[in-house]
């Protein structure tokens, strides 16, 4: 029963992204998207100059599976500090820097390098 639920949370966080970046502008000098899921593993979905569309960032979020395991809050953090701003990867000097880390039980909330924790309510 919780992996059923589990997986009914990863399609609403899902849905989440794809409201998200509706309200976006998206584009090379605007706001840019990337996706990292974790479980045991951490695995980079697509960086940040990967997609420049709200139609193929959605679709990309659309088809990202759910991967099932346990939830690896550090390798994801990891991956994040590590690669995922990193110029040849979208990253750019004078942007701000958010995400968000969804989880089974807490969202996770990163701007520029302060964060703030806050329970999942729904």
């Given at each position: 029963?919780?992996?059923?639920?589990?997986?009914?949370?990863?399609?609403?966080i899902k849905?989440?992204?794809i409201?998200?970046?509706e309200?976006l502008e998206i584009?090379?000098d605007k706001t840019?998207v990337?996706t990292?899921?974790?479980s045991?593993?951490?695995?980079v979905?697509?960086?940040?100059?990967?997609?420049?569309?709200?139609?193929?960032?959605?679709?990309a979020?659309?088809?990202?599976e759910f991967?099932?395991?346990?939830?690896?809050?550090?390798g994801s953090?990891?991956?994040l500090?590590?690669s995922m701003?990193?110029?040849?990867?979208g990253?750019?000097?004078n942007?701000?820097?958010?995400s968000?880390q969804y989880?089974?039980?807490r969202?996770i909330?990163?701007?520029?390098?302060?964060?703030?924790w806050s329970?999942?309510t729904?």
């Open positions: 029963m919780k992996d059923l639920c589990v997986m009914y949370r990863f399609s609403a849905q989440f992204v409201d998200i970046v309200l584009g090379t840019r990337a990292i899921v974790f045991d593993q951490t695995v979905k697509f960086y940040l100059n990967r997609y420049n569309t709200t139609k193929d960032i959605q679709d979020v659309r088809v990202i991967p099932g395991g346990k939830t690896n809050i550090s953090l990891r991956v500090i590590d701003y990193l110029p040849q990867n990253g750019r000097a942007a701000q820097r958010v968000v989880t089974w039980i969202r909330v990163i701007i520029d390098h302060r964060t703030i329970p999942v729904n």
